[in-house]
């Protein structure tokens, strides 16, 4: 399942939820070049990396699909993604839209969910709120929350997250069901 949305909307913590309270569906865990924001955790949240090694892994095929976005690199590792298939357990990839579109034409069995806020005005207290990004930063995700926004259509399914428990679940009917 690709689990894709706007900057802020709450896709890490829908995906921290479902990592507590459903251990069975796993979880990729992205490349990125960008910093470690506080409490994020090498190798849980992210593999925090360079971008020399972001490029090796480009030129060695290890990505199954990668961006960027606000001035960063992300990337899904492929090895542990095919890994999680042929032991037959569901895997989650988070990424933006970009990514969202590689793996829609590479896997075009992936079920696509967007993940939409309840409104525009809640998705900018959200991204304001957590702090963890400068204002021009904040700024430049929000103009890019909009062409996110606008592609939602693209998508298989939406789950508006009002509450994250109610959207992790929904998430985890459209896996399981
Ligand atoms: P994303 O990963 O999509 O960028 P985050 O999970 O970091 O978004 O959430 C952005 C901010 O909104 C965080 O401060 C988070 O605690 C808050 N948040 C996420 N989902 C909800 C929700 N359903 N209700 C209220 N606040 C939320
Ligand atoms: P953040 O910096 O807020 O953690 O992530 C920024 C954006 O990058 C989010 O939309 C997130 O879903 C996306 N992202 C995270 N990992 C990947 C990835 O591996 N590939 C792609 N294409 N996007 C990713």
Do not use: C
Request: proline letters at 7%.
């Amino acid at each position: 399942m690709v689990l894709s949305g706007p900057s802020g909307v709450g896709k890490s913590s829908v995906v921290d939820y479902l990592r507590t309270n459903h251990p069975a569906i796993d979880v990729s865990v992205s490349v990125t070049t960008r910093a470690p924001r506080p409490g994020e955790i090498d190798g849980v949240h992210y593999h925090f990396i360079d971008p020399a090694e972001f490029e090796r892994m480009i030129a060695g095929g290890e990505l199954l699909e990668w961006a960027e976005f606000a001035g960063n690199l992300y990337g899904t590792p492929a090895v542990p993604v095919r890994e999680s298939l042929a032991a037959g357990r569901p895997v989650i990839v988070e990424i933006e839209l970009q990514g969202a579109r590689q793996v829609r034409s590479s896997a075009p069995d992936a079920l696509q969910v967007f993940l939409s806020p309840p409104s525009w005005e809640v998705l900018v207290d959200r991204l304001s709120g957590r702090a963890t990004e400068a204002p021009a930063d904040i700024a430049r995700r929000l103009e890019t929350a909009r062409v996110e926004l606008a592609a939602e259509g693209e998508f298989d399914v939406s789950v508006v997250n009002d509450s994250v428990p109610l959207a992790a679940e929904e998430i985890v009917g459209l896996l399981t069901g």
